[in-house]
Every structure is written in structure tokens, then in C-alpha cells.
Nanobody, 122 residues
Framework: QVQLVESGGGLVQAGGSLRLSCVGS????????VGWFRQAPGKDRIFVAV???????THIDSLKGRFTISRDSAKNTVFLQINSLKPGDTAVYYC????????????????WGQGTQVTVSS
């Protein structure tokens, strides 16, 4: 069993930056592909980025360049760095884990975190 706890969200002005953290417990996150999804008000949850067990990362094309996923295995933590925030980035950001990159990317998630709210003011 894996527990995922996100943190780092908050209220930020447009143009600012945030670093979201996803801390794992119960098992090493290095055994999983770990990703970030986000859900804006009234919209479906969408894929944002994923990092594989071998630390290969991929990001949704529309966010590439502003969003960067990374992993610190010693801290059992995966990060999402978000720069140049826009009001359209306002959403609840969820951390997720799956046994493989392809499973996570296709939405076949084993574990979800509870989410962290990011609100961007204009």
C-alpha cells in the first residue's frame, strides 16, 4: 500500500512560481511511475506530467516549458515545478502512482493523493 500526500499549493499571482511536492509512504516511489494530474473547476481531471521508474519524464505538450516534474528518491518525493503561472492553471493538482509509465499515462492509476489547490490570480 502506498500513501501519497501532496503539498505546496496556494494562492499566487500570475507570473509567479510554485513547487508542488508529493511525498510517498508505505513503499518506495522509485518502484512506481509517478505523475501529476489536475482538475479545474467544472472540468475533467487531465494528465499533466509523469516520471518513470527510470526517471524519464514527459509532460503534456501545452504545458511543456513551464511545468517540470522531477524525483528525489532519497526523500521519496516527486516534485512539480510550475513557472509563469497563469489563471488557467487554477486547479486541484493530484499526485498519482502506477506500476508503469504507460499505465499511468493511460489513466490506470493504483494510488491517488488527496490533491492540493493551486489558485492563480490575475
Amino acid at each position: 500500500q502506498v500513501q501519497l500526500v501532496e503539498s505546496g499549493g496556494g494562492l499566487v499571482q500570475a507570473g509567479g512560481s510554485l513547487r508542488l511536492s508529493c511525498v510517498g509512504s508505505g513503499r518506495s516511489l522509485s518502484d512506481y511511475a509517478v505523475g501529476w494530474f489536475r482538475q479545474a473547476p467544472g472540468k475533467d481531471r487531465i494528465f499533466v506530467a509523469v516520471i518513470s521508474r527510470h526517471n524519464i519524464s514527459t509532460h503534456i505538450d501545452s504545458l511543456k516549458g513551464r511545468f517540470t516534474i522531477s524525483r528525489d528518491s532519497a526523500k521519496n518525493t516527486v516534485f512539480l515545478q510550475i513557472n509563469s503561472l497563469k489563471p488557467g492553471d487554477t486547479a486541484v493538482y493530484y499526485c498519482a502512482a502506477a506500476r508503469s509509465f504507460s499505465l499511468l499515462h493511460s489513466g490506470q492509476i493504483e494510488y491517488w493523493g488527496q490533491g492540493t489547490q493551486v489558485t492563480v490570480s490575475s
